[in-house]
């Protein structure tokens, strides 16, 4: 019986990220979850307990790890639905090139924003 | 004597996954966890827009939790614990059986992953809407 071959190379790595960032949320987004509604009385929504919580290192540093994990995630995934479509190697390259922009800038702002609401409380 | 097989490419539709005539749980699951994927990826980018609210002050941020409070918000908050945990559950098998853990029992494997999303979904929506009185 011949087995018919795609032309996929066996590129396990990104396969391997995925679950071990997957693992990781499990992790970081229950966390995060548990924090946003319990570490304040009624939940993390009022401006001044965000920037209060937001101003302990520690949190800090938690917050931005969640979210390098979470985008890096999501965008290898979004990369597994491109690439099943079949792409040429230069274009797969050029969609990593992409992918991987976006990953940066994402996560970039990220940090900007969080160092920024820090700072609103300083005000 | 050598036997020479030339590799006949698969012929494929760019979008033939999502097509789920005829097909079983496992496809099923791979749908499921795609479409999750995508509404994630698109919830996250939306949650940083939000959060960048935080950064324009405080005004600006009362005014949206003001909107995050409302019936409709909520709903759509249910909407996405269940993405969550419809993506994350299933995930959490994939990579389970992925390490070759349980796969004997995938099939049992499948369904009580589903189960456990279910069960987990109403007791989310139970908990949100129990809080908006």
Known sequence: MEKSLTRERASSWSWILQAVTGALLIVLLGLHMVVQHFVVAGGLRKFADVVAYLSNPFVFLLEVAFLIVVTWHALLGVRAIIFDLGLKPTTERKVDVVLTVIGVLTVSYGIWLSATIVAQGRI | ?133
């Open chain 2, 1 to 133: 004597m050598s036997v020479e097989v030339k590799p006949k490419p698969v012929e494929r539709k760019p979008a033939q996954w999502i097509n789920l005539r005829g097909r079983r749980i496992g496809m099923w699951a791979y749908v499921v966890m795609r479409l999750s994927a995508i509404g994630l990826v698109l919830y996250l980018f939306l949650h940083l827009v939000i959060l960048s609210q935080l950064a324009v002050g405080p005004a600006a941020w009362d005014d949206f939790v003001r909107l995050a409070k409302s019936p409709a918000f909520l709903a759509l908050d249910l909407i996405l614990i269940v993405g969550i945990l419809a993506h994350g559950l299933n995930g959490l098998r994939l990579g389970l059986i992925g390490f070759g853990i349980g796969v004997p029992r995938h099939k049992i494997m499948v369904w009580v992953f589903l189960a456990l999303t279910v069960v987990l979904s109403i007791l989310s929506a139970l908990a949100i809407f129990s809080e908006a009185k």
